[in-house]
């Protein structure tokens, strides 16, 4: 009722594009097919994709037609339902029926493929379903598109739903609106939203959308013809450095696109929605869309970070802070967005370190010097190191003895205190843990550790041990991140939460981290969210 059009593009082959694969008997109740039979037909047999009539009455005068004819073959239950004028007129009836289901609330085009599906698959047809209904490909991009637009068009044919996108940031200086442009992942809508919104002299503050003469296809058109003068000043600014846009920019046919683009009659179809209900849209056919992809983003910017040559820590560090601060306000943006359809939420288990960064040579050497050295002990590069750097439980137990009583000890006592204070699951070994307690012990008073700076400096292998445990730790985030990014069932907020906390228990990791004397940090790279795609001709 919406959009005719979805029965050529959503429903049937590009092979048989006069055949949808979804039939009427495939609703489970009869009057909903008998309803699909005749919108559908009515679909088919338009030229141009749109009904003759207003959907509701097509509707109604088809499925009059339709059982006419199944009353005139003698059809007993639509003879009685001809002959029942309250059933078509009277409160409750079908009159009534049809216009309540044209509420966009009851349906919207960018999930009616989904819902299809649904109903081909509860099908009580009697043979059984071996081949899944034909996916529409790359209309389903166009899905996503369509719903996008229809966001920006609820805006531009009533700027008084803009209000459904406002909120109180905790930052004066952000957009009081928890949609942005950069939300939209097609750079014409992103353009047009910041025209229209969120950019500088946005259309929904000007005279004309205040103006309460100024009303219908008028309205429309000329709010339209302001926001594309806005997009263009836009274009003109990204111009420099966007090659994409100076083309846009110098398209002689752009103008006249975009305003055909805009203020075409689909866009509406949210216009007359309660702010709440075009505001949940937007999120689950913009905002989510976006923020799961930024954050899948975020992931890989990351791990290229930490697998680059050369020192991490301070670099990484600032690479975590700003993870952390942009999800904390892209967590505020969804708190203030409408709530979203329910859905489930699920936990991402987090994954063992890696055997790869076992390190047991580097760490043997590091129990050792501290065994055979107070002076090591006191190193600032000694007392960044935690039980976690250390992947050899004998070694990880060893190493929380001397943190709590980090005078000498007899290797027997030492060993029995690994034993009673150790923070590992796992069984351990004490005769190796008395061959290594003894071995130190009986070399400390002839041997003392080399620091000096070399590699085999203990404070160097310290020093290294906890950039170790940091890639480990931050790529360990970055799985769980990027699986979380990657569940659909789990809810946009629980995703945040849980990037939030894993970035945030890095960066603590980092911070123990002294870079080596004589390399700066590297300069983070942030996710490119608003990068050009080439598209601003239009969706």
Known sequence: MQDPSFVHWGLTNPATPDEPWLQPTDFRTPLLGDMYEVLRNAALQSPNGYFAKPPAIELYHGLW???????????????????????????????????????????HPSTAYQYAVEVWNASPRQEPLTQAPPSPGDA????????????????????????????????????????????????????????????????????????????????VITLTRLAVDNMQAILAQRAPTDPA????????????????????????SLTHLPPDQIGRHARELVLDPHIRNYVAQLGEQTNAEIRAAGPVGQGLLAT?????????RLRERVNSAAAPTSIQTQRVRVTQPETAYATPARERAIIDAALQSPDFMRTEQYRALRGEDFTIPEYKALFEAMQRHPTPWHPLLLVQEAHLTSSTSQ???????????????????????????????????????????????????????????????????????????????????????????????????????SQSNGHYAGV
């Open 65 to 107: 037609n339709l059982y006419q004819a199944r009353a005139a073959q003698g059809d007993q239950a639509a003879q009685r339902l001809i002959a029942d004028r309250n059933a078509w007129e009277g409160r409750g009836g079908l009159w009534e029926y049809i216009n309540h289901l044209q509420s966009p609330q009851h349906g």
């Open 140 to 219: 389903q991009a166009d899905i996503q598109a369509w719903g996008a637009l229809s966001i920006v068009g609820a805006v531009l044919h009533n700027p008084r739903n803009a209000e459904a996108f406002r909120y109180q940031p905790q930052d004066p200086t952000a957009s009081p609106y928890w949609l942005q442009g950069e939300d939209f992942d097609d750079e014409f809508l992103n353009v047009a939203w910041q025209a229209l919104v969120t950019g500088p002299g946005a259309v929904i503050h000007s005279e004309a959308a205040c103006d309460p003469y100024l009303v219908g296809d008028e309205r």
């Open 427 to 529: 069984d351990l070994n004490g005769d190796l843990m008395v061959q290594i307690a003894s071995a130190a012990y009986a070399d400390a008073p002839r041997t003392a550790p080399q620091m000096d700076g070399s590699p085999q400096d203990p404070r160097v292998m310290a020093q290294q041990l906890v950039t170790v445990t940091l890639r480990r730790s931050t790529e360990q985030a970055n799985t769980v991140v990027t699986k979380a990014a990657h569940t659909p069932q789990m809810s946009t907020d629980a995703m945040l939460g849980i990037a939030a906390q894993q970035y945030s228990q890095a960066a603590q990791s980092a911070l123990r981290y002294n870079p080596t004397p004589g390399h700066g940090p590297r300069q983070p790279q942030q996710p490119q969210t």
């Open 245 to 268: 846009a100076a083309q846009a920019l110098n398209d002689p046919t752009f103008r006249a696109r975009a305003e055909l683009l805009l203020q075409q009659d689909q866009n509406a």
């Open 320 to 328: 975590l802070a700003r993870s952390v601060a942009a999800l904390q």
